[in-house]
């Protein structure tokens, strides 16, 4: 229990600390909520759980192929606020836009041959 308190700390830490860098510097802040932190993070930790390097493999490869879908939220979300679109709503369709390309991935990586 207390692991998964240690683990959920540093995920807000990390979370309000690019929130607070956002405040005066927003193109930092999104540097580095762009670093792969929580990747980076959650391999050690389940490196530290499950030593394993083909599962560590798996791990990292479908990271990569999961990060590609979310990718186009930051291009849309922009363009709608940019168009007068409240954030609520920039934010609902970039989340949706996400989830639906989730969806896409899942549906063809494997046909691909990718292990997902």
């Not at 607070?20 to 759980?49: C, D, N």
């Not at 939220?73 to 989340?95: D, E, I, K, N």
């Amino acid at each position: 229990m207390g692991a998964l308190i240690a683990k959920a700390l540093i995920s807000g830490v990390l979370i309000a600390l690019i929130s607070e860098i956002g405040k005066k510097l927003p193109a930092t802040a999104a540097l580095v909520a762009s670093l792969p932190l929580v990747s980076v993070l959650g391999m050690i930790l389940l490196w530290r759980e499950r030593p394993d390097a083909e599962n560590m493999a798996v791990h990292a490869s479908a990271t990569f192929w999961y990060v590609l879908p979310s990718l186009p939220m930051f291009l849309l979300m922009p363009v709608l606020l940019r168009a007068g679109v409240s954030f609520w709503l920039a934010l609902v369709c970039g989340c949706a836009l996400t989830v639906a390309l989730y969806l896409l991935m899942m549906h063809v990586g494997p046909r691909l041959g990718l292990r997902l």
